[in-house]
């Protein structure tokens, strides 16, 4: 059965607002983690090439960094550099993940991240991502629904994006995240693969 932490409801209430706004429009951004969040004084830093399946296909190297704030509370920083000819953005993003269900043996995890990202300095973004994972051994499949909005002065519309991935194990320090995500809407599809390291 599946126990959410108190006071969860009114995220995913949040969440809900933001994904049907998207619907009628669109998301865009990876994930690269998982639905379980960095222990307090936890800290994570991660570095993703991807490939964003647009025509010609556009290449971009993410850095990640992460830290644990509070129990099932992180902060997360993301900046992407396209390479040359990518005809992509670069952008910075700073965003809170907060665990909404525990990983038991009874439910996966849950969690719902909420943020903000900037495009290429003048353009900026509200994030919102609900995702789900659950561990087997050094396995972690995980899935999310990512969701977009586009702020004032530009058109406002929203990005959509359906994403799902896998967190190999290696060590007690270290992980491989092989990701792809399915643009819904506003959003072009990509397929990723990385290292996360934790201290």
């Known amino acids: 059965m599946l126990v959410l932490r108190p006071g969860s409801w009114r995220l995913l209430l949040l969440l809900s607002v933001l994904a049907s706004f998207g619907c009628e429009f669109q998301a865009q951004a990876e994930a690269f983690h998982t639905a379980r969040t960095l222990k307090p004084r936890a800290f994570s830093i991660g570095i993703e090439p991807e490939f964003v399946l647009q025509n010609p296909v556009g290449v971009e190297l993410n850095f990640h960094g992460g830290m644990g704030l509070v129990s099932?509370?992180?902060?997360?920083?993301?900046?992407?550099?396209?390479?040359p000819n990518s005809n992509l953005p670069q952008s910075l993003g700073l965003d809170l993940e907060v665990e909404l269900v525990n990983d038991?043996?009874?439910?996966?995890?849950?969690?719902?991240?909420?943020?903000?990202?900037?495009?290429?300095?003048?353009?900026?973004?509200?994030?919102g991502t609900l995702m789900i994972s659950k561990v087997f051994r050094r396995l972690?499949?995980?899935?999310?629904?990512?969701?977009?909005?586009?702020?004032?002065?530009?058109?406002?519309?929203?990005?959509?994006?359906?994403?799902?991935?896998?967190?190999?194990?290696?060590?007690?320090?270290?992980?491989?995240?092989?990701?792809?995500?399915?643009?819904?809407?506003?959003?072009p599809s990509h397929v990723s693969f990385g290292l996360n390291f934790y201290i």
């Open 72 to 83: 099932g509370l992180d902060l997360g920083v993301t900046y992407r550099l396209p390479l």
């Open 104 to 127: 038991t043996h009874l439910s996966p995890a849950l969690s719902l991240t909420l943020g903000g990202h900037a495009t290429d300095w003048n353009r900026y973004w509200l994030d």
């Open 140 to 187: 972690e499949p995980f899935a999310a629904l990512d969701c977009d909005v586009s702020l004032p002065p530009y058109d406002v519309y929203a990005a959509m994006r359906l994403i799902g991935g896998l967190s190999i194990r290696l060590s007690r320090v270290t992980e491989v995240i092989v990701e792809g995500g399915w643009g819904v809407r506003n959003s």
